[in-house]
Structures are given as C-alpha cells and as structure tokens.
C-alpha cells in the first residue's frame, strides 16, 4: 500500500502570509497526486488535481507543484477564506487512493 | 449540474449490518466510478472502496475488506455500500464522491453519519 504523510500536521499563520504544506508518499507516484481543503462540517473541495491542475473556481493564490515522491501546496497569500484543513490524496493506485493525515490551518 | 447524496446512516449494533446509499443525478454511474470516503469524528479522511463504471470492477480498503460490499441500481442512478459486521471503529461520517477522471474526486455528497454502540 501506498502511504502518504503530510507536514505540519498543523500551523499558525496570518491573512497574507505565504504558507507551504508538503506531502510525501512512500513510493514513486508521478503526478497523480490531488490536494483538497475541508471546513469543519463540510465535505472536502478539490484545490487541485494532477499535482498541478487549478481546479475550476478555485483562486489562483492556490498552486500546486511536485512530482515522484515530493509535492507541495503553496498559498501565496492567505486569505480569511482558507482556513481550513488541508489533505493530500495519491490516485496512482486503482485499489487504493490513499490521503494524508492533513494540515490545519489557523489563524495567528 | 451534479449532484451526490448519501442516505441510510444511523446507529447500528456492533456485529450488525447498515446499508447506506448514494443517490447520483447529473452524471450516470454507468459511466463513472463511485468511491465512498469515510472521516471518523475529529480524524481525517480514509478511502473505503469503489465500483468503477462498469459496475463490475470494486476494491475495497483493507480495513473493509471482506465485511463491505458494493452494489448499485442503474434504474435508480444509487449506489449502495453495505456495512456488514460493524465494529466501533466504522464509525464515522461515510461520503461518496466521483470525478470527471478516475484519479481525482470533484463531485462530493455531504455525507451520512455512521454510529456503531450497543
């Protein structure tokens, strides 16, 4: 199976600041890695697709990059919107799209 | 435009069964595959199983593996998960999701609350 982490598992941050998460799967996965954000109660958002695919609606301040077995997820500058819960999700496995533990966001 | 929602959630003995069902409309499950997500309360997100388009082809986690099962209703657009044996640790928020492609889950249900107590 493959595994995925995710760090921080949390961080701190203020309305502008430009805040990176990262994601590591425990083998070679090109590209077929997608990050979601999650708001408490709410199902998650597709950000973006394909390790750098903007999904449809979504800012751009959201960008995507990586591939093989290192990715990121850069907002370059937060905003109160995206304070939330961040998880990355490989799909390189058809029996198995594994996510990460997640990165939560919050306010400083 | 597409719409997902998931029915069926409860409390449900340890050891029993529950079926929960996704309910499509705006994309035909005989042309995409539908995956279930599960999120136990305050943990994150756990891939739990798929029925690909062709209704044929299903995997499931290991954690369900042999006590999940998937079916669906084409007259109806649903696709169902049943939960068999369940244990304390099925519990959780249960979504099913889809996507244009495969790899990548755009469509999303709001979910069902599954509970497992005596």
């Known amino acids: 199976d493959i595994q995925m982490t995710q760090s921080p598992s949390s961080l701190s941050a203020s309305v502008g600041d430009r805040v990176t998460i990262t994601c590591r799967a425990s083998?070679?996965?090109?590209?077929?890695l997608n990050w979601y954000q999650q708001k408490p109660g709410k199902a998650p958002k597709l950000l973006i697709y394909?390790?750098?695919n903007l999904q449809s609606g979504v800012p751009s301040r959201f960008r995507g990059s990586g591939s093989g077995t290192d990715f990121t997820l850069t907002i370059s500058s937060l905003q109160p919107d995206d304070y939330a819960t961040y998880f990355c999700q490989q799909s390189y496995s058809d029996i198995g799209f594994t996510f990460g533990p997640g990165t939560k966001v919050d306010i400083k | 435009q597409v719409h997902l929602e998931e029915s069926g959630g409860g409390v449900v003995q340890p050891g029993r069964s529950l079926r929960v069902s996704c309910a499509v409309s705006?994309?035909?499950?005989?042309?995409?595959?539908i995956h279930w997500v599960r999120q136990a309360p305050g943990k994150g997100l756990e891939w739990v199983a798929v029925i690909a388009f062709d209704g044929k082809n299903k995997y499931f986690a290991d954690s369900v593996k042999g006590r999940f099962s998937l079916s669906r209703d084409i007259s109806k657009n649903t696709v169902y998960l049943q939960l068999n044996a369940v244990r304390a640790d099925d519990s959780a928020v249960y979504y099913c999701?889809?996507?244009?492609?495969?790899?990548?889950?755009?469509?999303w249900g709001h979910g069902t609350l599954v509970t497992v107590s005596s």
């Open positions: 083998q070679r996965i090109s590209t077929y």
């Open positions: 999701a889809s996507g244009t492609a495969t790899y990548y889950f755009e469509f």
């Open positions: 394909s390790a750098s």
């Open positions: 705006g994309i035909n499950v005989t042309g995409y595959g």
